[in-house]
């Protein structure tokens, strides 16, 4: 079967190198093994949007040296390949679920049901959810704007991923009934991406071990909407020297700090590879000079600590 891979960036800010360093892993990892690599802009929140991100991001990903079969900007067989533009067909796909008993609408006023349309990072993530709302007629729930939640049945969600082996998660405990549909009827991030994921065939999803959380939901929904789980692959981060989490919104960390700094691609390219235990050399190299040999099981499974100050010289 043909590997359809993805990135799916979403437009919060221009790329910082955490997030440029797992395209060309996801890259690598989709060319290396013959496979199409597609470019999905995860545009689902338009109140954090940030304009002309999104090209820039495009534009980054060409700097790089990457190329995609499949995007927002070249269309594809599963065209629209950004969020906004698929709204209608997540409605339809909630109403379907709804109709067959796996959502519930809850009026809880709860950050969960705000914060649903942001892929979440560990440690994001809010208390469990106690079921509030669950079981309740509509005349309980007074008529209010409801979110939908997907009920999440016990039982333990097991699955091996390609670079952290078995990771298991009892959803129900840990997370809880998980929303779907925020109250102003934009479709969460957990269900969008997979159902795009599901539409447009993809069969490996590589992404940032941030998103590693988030899987076990995301298999419950594969398993409620009975379609076949794709393979997964999660890439340890880069963080800053003190250990915190990258921001799109310090500048500092910006691919174009250090391409203004005279940062040539292939340095970037050589770095970033060396970084992630792909390269044992810290050499300029391109992204296809990568890509015989690459085999992700083999990278780092530690974050990298980086002092992105050091590297632009400030
Ligand atoms: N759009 C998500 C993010 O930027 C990533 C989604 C995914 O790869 O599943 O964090």
Redesign the pocket.
């Known amino acids: 079967m043909m590997i359809r891979s993805r990135f ?3 437009p919060t800010g221009r790329m910082h190198l955490g997030s440029l360093r797992t395209a060309l892993l996801v890259w690598l990892d989709a060319r290396a093994r013959g496979g199409k690599f597609i470019l999905r802009m ?1 545009d689902l929140d338009q109140q954090r949007e940030i304009k002309g991100a999104a090209d820039q991001i495009l534009e980054d990903l060409h700097w790089l040296g990457l190329d995609w079969d499949e995007g927002p900007d070249i269309g594809g067989p599963f065209a629209p390949y950004k969020q906004s533009e698929r709204f209608g067909f997540y409605k339809e796909e909630a109403e379907k679920l709804l109709a067959r008993g796996l959502l519930y609408p809850c009026v809880c006023t709860r950050r969960d049901i705000e914060l649903a349309t942001v ?1 979440p990072a560990a440690g994001d993530e809010g208390p469990p959810y106690p079921g509030t709302c669950y079981g309740k007629s509509p005349e309980d729930l007074g008529g209010k704007k409801a979110a939908l939640r997907f009920h999440v049945k016990p039982g333990k969600i097991t699955f091996t991923d390609r670079v952290f082996g078995k990771i298991s998660q009892e959803v129900s405990e840990e997370i809880g009934d998980f929303v779907v549909v925020r109250k102003d009827a934009a479709a969460a991030y957990q269900l969008a ?1 997979v159902l795009d994921d599901i539409a447009m065939e993809i069969t490996d ?1 590589v ?1 940032g071990a941030d ?1 590693l959380s988030s899987t076990p939901r995301q298999i419950l929904l594969y398993e409620a909407l009975e379609k076949k789980i794709p393979a997964y692959a999660h890439v340890p981060l880069m963080l800053a020297a003190n250990g915190e989490k990258f921001s799109k919104r310090e500048r500092s960390v910006h691919v174009g700090s250090l391409r203004e700094a005279g940062w040539k691609r292939e340095k970037l390219v050589g770095w970033l590879a060396w970084t992630a235990g792909v390269t044992s050399r810290l050499e300029p190299v391109q992204p296809k000079d990568l890509v015989k040999g690459f085999s992700l099981e083999k990278i780092k499974k530690e974050d990298a600590r980086v002092d992105v100050g050091m590297l632009i010289g400030t």
């Open positions: 799916a960036p979403s995860e892929a991406v999803v992404r998103l």
